[in-house]
């Protein structure tokens, strides 16, 4: 499997037309309630802002709804997924994230749904740091099929060069995962991964994503590597190669 060429684009965090979570925020001193129904002041935040608010959001959507979670990342189908996090996306109280400030009674947060999957695994991978440590390498497959690929939201080619890299270097996305997003730090663990990037990707397939996207596939396949194993074909022979 080889790559002709692999694009990371930089991008926003917020998308429309995704699951939504509202976030309340505690009452302070004489400052009035906000109404249910809508939001109060504003917040201007920087793109690393929005990328680790969004992040500290997750991590407490998992730590709150943790069986809603699982659920939805272990679906067996698109039907149960959606159920789970249809669940599990509502009102939630999660005070100190980056999201709001002190005007902000209510804020609604918007998740594509691939993205939800990858913030989530990477909370539940944080927290079995001593199994994810344990996954050794395995050799270059000539295929990658996993079943979760069909509920995922992203191209198959994204999801199988994701499952390929989390088989052959899972150490690598521990380590990228383990970044505060938007960093230098992140940036370095994306260059280390840039040989497993072209060997995995599928020949004659350009991969256009933002380093959001690509982070959610690859902690959203280590994920599933470490939760739901599947049978290993035989690896890639130098012949198949060629």
């Given at each position: 499997?080889?790559?002709?060429?692999?694009?990371?684009?930089?991008?926003?965090?917020?998308?429309?037309?995704?699951?939504?979570?509202?976030?309340?925020?505690?009452?302070?001193?004489?400052?009035?309630?906000?109404?249910?129904?809508?939001?109060?002041?504003?917040?201007?935040?920087?793109?690393?802002?929005?990328?680790?608010?969004?992040?500290?959001?997750?991590?407490?959507?998992?730590?709150?709804?943790?069986?809603?979670?699982?659920?939805?990342?272990?679906?067996?189908?698109?039907?149960?997924?959606?159920?789970?996090v249809n669940r599990m996306m509502g009102e939630i109280s999660c005070f100190g994230v980056e999201m709001s400030n002190?005007?902000?009674?209510?804020?609604?947060?918007?998740?594509?749904?691939?993205?939800?999957?990858?913030?989530?695994?990477?909370?539940?991978?944080?927290?079995?740091?001593?199994?994810?440590?344990?996954?050794?390498?395995?050799?270059?497959?000539?295929?990658?099929?996993?079943?979760?690929?069909?509920?995922?939201?992203?191209?198959?080619?994204?999801?199988?060069?994701?499952?390929?890299?989390?088989?052959?270097?899972?150490?690598?996305?521990?380590?990228?995962?383990?970044?505060?997003?938007?960093?230098?730090?992140?940036?370095?663990?994306?260059?280390?991964?840039?040989?497993?990037?072209?060997?995995?990707?599928?020949?004659?397939?350009?991969?256009?994503?933002?380093?959001q996207a690509l982070r959610a596939a690859l902690a959203d396949a280590l994920y599933q590597r470490l939760n739901a194993?599947?049978?290993?074909?035989?690896?890639?022979?130098?012949?198949?190669?060629?």
């Amino acid at each position: 499997m080889t790559a002709l060429r692999v694009i990371i684009l930089a991008c926003g965090l917020i998308a429309a037309s995704a699951p939504v979570a509202a976030q309340d925020q505690p009452e302070t001193g004489t400052r009035l309630a906000a109404p249910k129904s809508r939001n109060l002041g504003s917040v201007a935040m920087t793109s690393k802002d929005q990328a680790v608010g969004a992040k500290r959001f997750a991590e407490c959507l998992y730590n709150r709804k943790g069986s809603l979670a699982r659920q939805a990342l272990l679906a067996p189908t698109a039907e149960v997924q959606d159920a789970a996090v249809n669940r599990m996306m509502g009102e939630i109280s999660c005070f100190g994230v980056e999201m709001s400030n002190d005007l902000v009674g209510k804020r609604s947060v918007q998740y594509p749904r691939d993205i939800l999957r990858g913030m989530l695994s990477e909370t539940a991978l944080s927290r079995d740091e001593q199994r994810v440590a344990g996954l050794q390498p395995l050799p270059l497959q000539q295929i990658y099929q996993r079943n979760w690929f069909a509920i995922t939201g992203r191209h198959i080619s994204v999801d199988e060069m994701a499952a390929c890299i989390a088989d052959t270097n899972p150490a690598g996305i521990f380590t990228l995962i383990g970044t505060i997003p938007t960093t230098k730090e992140e940036g370095a663990a994306f260059a280390g991964l840039g040989g497993n990037l072209h060997s995995c990707l599928r020949a004659g397939t350009k991969l256009q994503a933002s380093r959001q996207a690509l982070r959610a596939a690859l902690a959203d396949a280590l994920y599933q590597r470490l939760n739901a194993p599947t049978m290993t074909a035989a690896p890639v022979t130098e012949a198949a190669k060629k």
